[in-house]
């Protein structure tokens, strides 16, 4: 079967750094992708890893590990609309690629 | 001007309607889903269409049957409502079946 691991909940401070990791257990594996969902809206693309190594965007960095099965987000200088819940997503080959999203990691950004 | 738009944004029935959820994408894009998120935040999905074309349906139960009469549309029926199947129902496109994913605002289903 599949599986996805990331923490339940992550409280950082205005201006710093937080890593949100995501482990994973699957076979096919083809990709990870990463979502920000603000409390009552839809989930937002944030970035999208295939191959090992950081993908940088904006103040959002995520990064992979196929060997490791393993990711995470990396959040430069916080801001308080940055919190929000954070899913990584698993994509697994197998004719057309599925999706499996993680349970999800709530970031409170503090003051 | 919205990419993915799903009506109702509300739902409230009682148990043993039937009901539909609409879906629309002016994207262009060739791959839409069906996501439910439970109370737990829990986001699940339940189906995925590629022109047309049913590719992957999740063990849900056979109430829940998509639609889709062009690629820009899928709409979900539900038949027989459970309490259950209260949740957020989502619905999202992406150009391709590995690409980012484009979701609706959801669709927030009570029932009584």
């Known amino acids: 079967g599949q599986s996805l691991e990331q923490p339940s909940e992550v409280t950082a401070v205005e201006g710093a750094i937080v890593q949100i990791n995501c482990t994973y257990q699957?076979?096919?594996?083809?990709?990870l992708s990463w979502y920000q969902q603000h409390d009552g809206g839809a989930p937002t693309f944030l970035s999208y890893?295939?191959?090992?190594g950081l993908e940088e965007t904006g103040r959002f960095s995520s990064f992979l590990s196929r060997s490791d099965s393993y990711g995470y987000l990396l959040l430069q200088e916080l801001q308080m609309k940055d919190s929000a819940s954070y899913f990584c997503?698993?994509?697994?080959?197998?004719?057309?690629?599925?999706?499996?999203f993680g349970t999800g990691t709530k970031l409170q950004v503090i003051p | 001007d919205t990419a993915v738009s799903q009506t109702p944004k509300y739902l409230v029935t009682q148990m043993g309607n039937d009901k539909s959820i609409k879906c629309e994408q002016n994207?262009?894009?060739?791959?839409m889903y069906w996501y439910k998120q439970d109370s737990k935040k829990f986001l699940k999905i339940m189906f995925s269409?590629?022109?047309?074309?049913?590719?992957i349906n999740e063990t849900v139960p056979n109430r829940f049957s998509p639609k889709s009469p062009d690629k820009a549309h899928l709409n979900l029926h539900i038949n027989s409502l459970e309490l259950g199947d209260s949740a957020v129902y989502f619905c999202?496109?992406?150009?391709?079946?590995?690409?980012?994913?484009?979701f609706g605002d959801g669709t927030r289903l009570s029932i009584l």
């Open positions: 999202a496109s992406s150009r391709g079946a590995n690409q980012p994913q484009h």
């Open positions: 699957t076979s096919g594996f083809y990709g």
């Open positions: 890893n295939a191959l090992d």
């Open positions: 997503a698993v994509l697994r080959s197998g004719g057309y690629q599925k999706v499996t």
């Open positions: 994207l262009g894009h060739d791959t």
């Open positions: 269409y590629n022109n047309k074309e049913l590719i």
